[in-house]
């Protein structure tokens, strides 16, 4: 039986799809690798979110044609251009869309046939319930999709028209996964969808996010709990009370904003209302929470106004975290075609006005943790004793770490103290707090 390769692009809804193509494999019999260099069979998992992603995956693609590999293009990208990749790229071997796990084996099969599977006009992502999940990452974290597809049609966004619309997994086989993922080892789980906040209504009929954490919260072994991705509108009291109370839920919201001026939020098919009452509730019955949030700059029609309307509002609310995007027009989404356009050179410079603000709030926000005791994940230990580790505050990869030297003998997945001595912008470093 063939051994195949997989490469997978972008975020980590998509990390959990090329885990879920693994076990696939390894269901029909294939050994299944990360190391491009042991076949000549390479799925490549794409990422078409945003013109970067693209060139990112397609760069991918040519260079293994270019060796003599037999590509196969999984994921966003051949489900938004599966023509234009045949007609461009006429060497790739076979192409399957973004929901289309299920016929990964027969492409397989027909390798030498240039075989392409019929991609869904209309995508629908249902979660493969009976694939066991071959991890790509094991360590401190893992991540668990809760429900895929989105009901909403933000203006910049071309996910909904490449995933489909949303739907939610039952709560028994999402707490049957955690259980699985904890006897492996893993300390914390994150749960993500396109909208975590809105899990549960499409097949529950009523949010179900609450009850979901209630059930996760009672899994043994279990240290942390984080959830990604929640929207303002269903950030309900239900909700904020339940974060709070429970012990495994880490106190950080994540919450993306996209903007602050009500023009601009109705320009991007987002809930238009102030969003100070929200942050300052979700502060007040979360004691010590962190807030992170994203925005866009540059999005068309957006005018001075409306940025120095964004740079007061994160100026007056002083988020945690702050990740800021320069849009990027996609053919496919509502804002494709409106007018007038910012250009890409303001649009730079608005992204790094943001980023300079932040950076100051980051850093006073830092250096107020100096003297503090705080509980860490342990994600990596070098020879020399060098510890990388994270707060609670922030999730892996896109925020912060804790750096501290120990000759104790810590294994990643452990929660220790530590008592926090210097911070930079981003980071924190300190000292082992022993017992």
Not at 107 to 122: A, F, R
Request: charge should be negative; charged fraction near 30%; hydrophobic fraction near 35%.
């Amino acid at each position: 039986m063939k051994k195949i390769a997989l490469i997978s692009h972008g975020c980590a809804k998509n990390l959990v799809d090329s885990e879920l193509i693994l076990g696939i494999l390894a269901q029909n019999g294939y050994q299944t690798t990360l190391d491009e260099n042991e076949t000549d069979i390479v799925i490549v998992n794409t990422c078409s979110f945003i013109c970067d992603a693209e060139r990112e995956s397609i760069s991918t693609i040519l260079e293994l044609v270019e060796k003599g590999k037999k590509v196969i293009v999984a994921g966003c990208l051949g489900q938004k251009h599966p023509e234009e990749l045949k007609k461009e790229i006429p060497e790739i071997a076979g192409i399957i869309g973004a929901t289309d796990f299920d016929k990964i084996a027969d492409v397989i099969k027909n390798i030498d046939k240039n075989y392409t599977s019929e991609i869904s006009k209309q995508p629908d992502y249902i979660y493969p319930e009976s694939v066991e999940r071959q991890q790509i990452t094991m360590g401190a974290s893992s991540y668990i999709k809760i429900a895929d597809g989105c009901n909403y049609r933000c203006g910049y966004c071309i996910i909904p028209y490449l995933r489909g619309n949303y739907h939610s997994r039952k709560i028994e086989d999402i707490v049957a996964e955690a259980k699985k993922l904890v006897k492996r080892g893993v300390t914390e789980i994150i749960l993500i969808a396109q909208d975590t906040t809105g899990y549960g209504i499409d097949i529950y009929k009523k949010p179900m996010l609450s009850a979901l954490l209630e059930e996760l919260n009672k899994i043994d072994g279990l240290g942390w709990i984080r959830m990604m991705y929640a929207y303002p509108t269903t950030m309900s009291d239900e909700l904020i009370d339940t974060i709070a109370k429970l012990d495994k839920v880490v106190k950080y919201i994540d919450i993306p904003l996209q903007h602050s001026h009500p023009e601009m939020l109705k320009a991007m098919n987002r809930p238009a209302f102030d969003y100070k009452p929200l942050i300052k509730k979700i502060r007040k019955q979360i004691p010590n929470v962190s807030i992170r949030t994203t925005f866009i700059v540059g999005y068309p029609t957006e005018t001075e106004e409306h940025f120095e309307h964004l740079k007061q509002f994160i100026q007056d609310v002083k988020f945690d975290r702050v990740g800021v995007f320069e849009y990027s027009r996609e053919k496919g989404t509502p804002s494709y075609d409106m007018k007038p356009r910012v250009t890409k050179k303001v649009a730079h410079q608005r992204y790094k006005e943001l980023m300079k603000i932040q950076q100051n709030i980051s850093l006073e926000r830092n250096k107020s943790f100096i003297g503090k005791t705080i509980p860490c994940i342990i994600e990596a230990i070098s020879d020399s004793g060098d510890v990388v580790a994270r707060s609670e505050h922030d999730a892996p990869e896109i925020d912060g770490i804790v750096s501290f030297k120990t000759d104790e003998p810590l294994i990643p997945g452990d929660i220790i103290n530590v008592t926090i001595t210097d911070a930079t912008e981003y980071d924190l470093i300190g000292n082992y707090c022993k017992g």
